[in-house]
């Protein structure tokens, strides 16, 4: 069965997939990813020399290799946090932090000495850790406000309680992507930060298309009595379940491109600043709008008096109709489902929707098994 199939088997519902069923479920997931990035926060980011202050060093000098100006770096400052990559220029880049206090003249006379190469082919640059920081305090004025603009927007687009489940989930995506970047120790840099920033677009974008989509389905809910506020915004999550999941492989596969083959096999490791960034953050935003978000809409809708009323006559129709169809069974009577409308049937369910027994057999005739 291809994508596509399953795709318009998921909007019709004749298929679907009961995540908000199952939210303990995914909140216990989400609950677990977040307390291993919390502790990986606890523990600390590796800051790049923008946010901690440091020198940086080109060293044009035809065939110095990675290694051996990394050997003689960290020889100089007796520690091994050096960190040397090329350039594009074929030049050699070594970045010292200024924890480890050698001064950017002692560097390059010691350099010099051990690498066998002039002191003027060595251009050096003091970074202060002020322009970091005035980085980071630009960053987060600019989260809180795209955060309030966020939350008005939905606010006044939706409703309330979705700019609080699409605000859970940006925090929690976020959480995620800063966790992981403290846990595998990447530096963190400017690029790192553009990152963070881009992904609440992305987490944003996927978890609006959702709610759009749910809140077509749940328009006049309350006039009817066949499906939950919940089963409704489930219906709604399975018809835009392919088109996320299209859109994140499509978004992911040119970040693993940048993280795995420019980053990783081709050594251009300022990729990896915004690559792994994107990457954990697109990813993360794919699940928390499918399996946080929309669950944790349908549980703040279900408290309000009027969704109870709709779930209390919901149990009772189907309480009703399950005690007619026991009826008709102990008479060997099958009751007819054709008059059910298609667009009625619960979302709620998992596997294939069953089919009538017979559509050629009218209410109350005799199935003829006796």
């Known amino acids: 069965m291809s994508l596509r199939n399953i795709g318009h088997r998921l909007y019709q519902g004749e298929v679907s997939f009961d995540f908000v069923g199952k939210r303990k479920i995914w909140y ?14 606890a523990m600390g980011l590796h800051l790049g020399i923008e946010f901690k202050g440091g020198s940086v060093y080109t060293v044009n000098k035809p065939g110095l290799t990675v290694s051996q100006a990394k050997d ?25 932090s200024a ?16 690498v066998g190469v002039q002191e003027k082919d060595i251009n050096a640059q003091v970074i202060g850790p002020s322009w970091g920081s005035d980085i980071s305090k630009k960053a987060l004025t600019g989260l809180i406000v795209f955060m309030v603009l966020v939350t008005i927007y939905l606010a006044i687009a939706f409703e309330w309680r979705m700019a609080v489940a699409a605000l859970v989930a940006l925090i ?42 749910v809140k077509e389905n749940t328009r006049g809910l309350t006039k009817q009595s066949r499906r939950t506020y919940s089963e409704a915004a489930n219906h709604g999550l399975n018809q ?9 492989v499509v978004a992911l596969l040119p970040v693993s491109a940048l ?25 993360a935003g794919a699940y928390s709008s499918i399996c946080v978000a929309t669950p944790l809409l349908a549980q703040l809708k279900e408290q309000t008096p009027d969704m109870k009323a709709l779930a209390k006559r919901v149990a ?7 005690k007619a169809a026991a009826e008709a069974e102990a008479r060997g009577e099958v009751l007819d489902s054709e008059d059910v409308p298609e667009d009625e049937v619960p979302a709620g369910m998992v596997g294939q929707r069953n089919q009538p027994t017979s559509r050629s057999r009218g209410k109350g005739r005799p199935s003829g098994k006796r």
Do not use: C, M, W
Request: glycine fraction near 10%; charged fraction near 10%.
């Open 28 to 41: 216990s997931i989400s609950g677990v990813i977040v307390l291993v990035a919390a502790i990986g926060l």
């Open 72 to 96: 003689a770096a960290n020889k100089i400052i007796n520690s091994n946090t050096a960190l040397v990559q090329t350039t594009d220029k074929g030049d050699v880049r070594v970045q010292i």
């Open 99 to 114: 924890e480890n206090s050698v001064s950017a003249t002692t560097f390059t006379k010691e350099f010099s000495a051990a």
């Open 172 to 213: 929690h995506d976020l959480l995620i992507t800063i966790g992981v970047y403290a846990l595998v120790g990447f530096e963190v840099t400017p690029g790192t930060v553009i990152g963070f920033l881009t992904i609440l677009g992305y987490s944003l974008y996927d978890t609006v298309v959702v709610f759009d989509t």
């Open 240 to 248: 835009t379940l392919v088109r996320s999941i299209n859109t994140t």
């Open 259 to 283: 993280l795995f083959i420019g980053g990783g096999i081709l050594g251009a490791g300022t990729l990896n600043d915004i690559s792994l960034a994107l990457f954990i953050g697109l990813a």
């Open 316 to 322: 009772q129709r189907r309480a009703a109709e399950a």
